[in-house]
């Protein structure tokens, strides 16, 4: 499965913004929707995932309550709503499908789009 992250932008701190992740092929019902965010110079992190068969999500303690993920499985896309953005979310996002929310369990990585967060 190929994916497509898109969306990204230049928001101000406390702007919303939603990205879209757009699957071309069939996602296993096994598989994992995840989105991770890559800052300069730090490692890739993990901030929120959903099951493709479930609506179960899991999302990390640095953006639960602000990020949420969802999926529309007729139209294979998932998406990633981010509420009251804080300048520190700034990053390349990608999307990704694996079989865990494990970074390491990815098999399929979407190019990644910008956010800019200003102050």
């Known amino acids: 499965v190929q994916l497509q992250a898109s969306g990204g932008g230049l928001v101000q701190a406390g702007d919303s913004l939603e990205l879209s992740c757009a699957a071309s092929g069939r996602l296993l019902s096994s598989a994992i929707m995840a989105w991770f965010r890559q800052a300069p110079g730090q490692e890739r992190e993990f901030v929120g995932g959903?099951?493709?068969?479930?609506?179960?999500?899991y999302y990390p303690d640095s953006v639960k309550g602000r990020f949420t993920v969802s999926k529309d499985k007729a139209k294979n896309m998932g998406f990633l709503q981010m509420n009251s953005l804080k300048p520190e979310d700034t990053a390349v996002y990608y999307c990704?499908?694996?079989?865990?929310?494990?970074?390491?369990?990815?098999?399929?990585w979407g190019k990644g789009t910008q956010v800019t967060v200003s102050s």
């Open positions: 990704a499908a694996g079989s865990s929310y494990s970074r390491d369990s990815m098999y399929s």
């Open positions: 959903i099951r493709w068969s479930r609506d179960s999500t």
